[in-house]
């Protein structure tokens, strides 16, 4: 009987100090070991978050609505009300939806009146939502196709607009992955301080 009860009170005392020691490994130096890592990598683990005169703006990995002819503008969303984190996420419509295909005449429409364009020759990311709905780039072609309007509206020349474009266009990922973009955010931010300083 006694025997019993010291093999329970060392089973017990292991299984006491496993948990510590679990918890100490898992729930405390690990925790602290990737916050460290966080900190080493600066704007990573904050996701990315862009200042403009000393406040957050914005993050680079996140989309966000821009109105008004003087703004470059992102690709449509699908989140929530537009660019809602909470609510991120795709339309889930097909190729052969009749909606999908009302909503891109829509926006085609709708863009190419904005833009000056022809209907035909608006860029494909003017029409359609990304997956996540938060999709903060476009593709240079997209952005291109708004330098005239955006010039007109800020009074500047279409090859000053032009050339922040060209500035704020990203390669390829690793010169072969992914196609090229623009960051609508950044290249926002660069208009404006353009517009200021001209």
Do not use: C, K
Request: no cysteine; aromatic share 4%.
């Amino acid at each position: 009987m006694s025997l019993t009860v010291t093999n329970l009170l060392r089973q017990a005392r292991t299984g006491l100090l496993l948990l510590l020691a679990a918890t100490l490994v898992l729930g405390v130096a690990y925790p602290l070991a990737v916050f460290a890592v966080g900190r080493l990598t600066p704007g990573r683990a904050d996701g990315q978050l862009v200042s403009a005169g000393g406040a957050p703006v914005g993050s680079r990995l996140l989309g966000q609505a821009f109105t008004g002819d003087e703004w470059f503008h992102p690709r449509p969303s699908a989140a929530g009300d537009g660019y809602d984190p909470t609510a991120s996420g795709a339309s889930n419509l097909g190729p052969e939806s009749t909606d999908l295909l009302a909503t891109v005449e829509e926006r085609r429409a709708a863009v190419a009146a904005a833009d000056g364009t022809d209907p035909a020759a608006v860029a494909p990311d003017a029409l359609t939502a990304s997956g996540s709905g938060l999709d903060p780039d476009i593709s240079p072609e997209y952005a291109r196709q708004q330098v005239a309007r955006v010039a007109q509206a800020r009074g500047l020349s279409t090859a000053q607009v032009d050339g922040l474009v060209a500035q704020h266009t990203a390669g390829r990922q690793l010169g072969f992955l992914g196609e090229p973009t623009v960051n609508v955010l950044a290249l926002n931010l660069a208009l404006r301080d353009l517009a200021a300083r001209g």
